[in-house]
C-alpha cells in the first residue's frame, strides 16, 4: 500500500504522539494506547521546557525551575530525569483523570510535575491503604 493511502490509525507511536503535540485534535478516546501517547508528549514538553530554562540561566543568570546547572553531566542528567519525570507524571494524571489529555494538560505537567507527583503519589498511597482495611 503506497504512503499516501495508508490510513491515519497505521500511523507508528511517534507519529502520533507528534500530531497531538502539534494541535491535531485526533481522538485517542478508542485507542488503547492514548495514555502513553500523552505520557510520551508529557516529557517531550518536560525535555523543552528545562532546555529553555538552562539557556535563560545560562544568559540571564537565574533559573525559573530552581534548577541547578553545574558540571555538563549534571546538566544532562537533570535534563533527562525531568523528561522522565514528566513522562510518568502524565501517565499517573491521565489514568487518574485528573487532567484533559489535551495540549493545556500536557504543559501543565510537563512544567508542573514535580508538584503533580509527590500528591499522585500520597493519593494513591491513600486509597490502597483505605482499601485494605477490613
Not at 535563560?56 to 537533570?78: A, C, E, Q, W
Request: negative net charge; glycine residues 10%.
Amino acid at each position: 500500500m503506497p504512503p499516501e493511502e495508508q490510513s491515519h490509525s497505521t500511523d507508528g507511536f511517534w507519529q502520533k504522539v507528534f500530531d497531538f503535540l502539534s494541535g491535531d485534535k485526533t481522538s485517542f478516546e478508542q485507542d488503547p494506547h492514548k495514555y502513553l501517547y500523552f505520557a510520551a508528549a508529557c516529557a517531550i514538553i518536560g525535555l523543552v521546557v528545562v532546555v529553555f530554562d538552562f539557556i535563560l540561566t545560562k544568559v540571564r543568570g537565574k533559573s525559573l525551575l530552581n534548577l541547578g546547572y553545574l558540571r555538563i553531566g549534571t546538566t544532562l542528567f537533570l535534563i533527562v530525569m525531568w523528561g522522565i519525570g514528566a513522562g510518568i507524571g502524565g501517565y499517573l494524571a491521565a489514568i487518574s483523570d485528573i487532567v484533559h489529555m489535551n495540549i493545556k494538560g500536557c504543559v501543565f505537567i510537563g512544567v508542573g510535575w514535580p508538584f503533580v507527583l509527590p500528591r499522585l503519589i500520597s493519593s494513591a498511597r491513600e486509597q490502597i491503604e483505605d482499601e485494605q482495611k477490613p
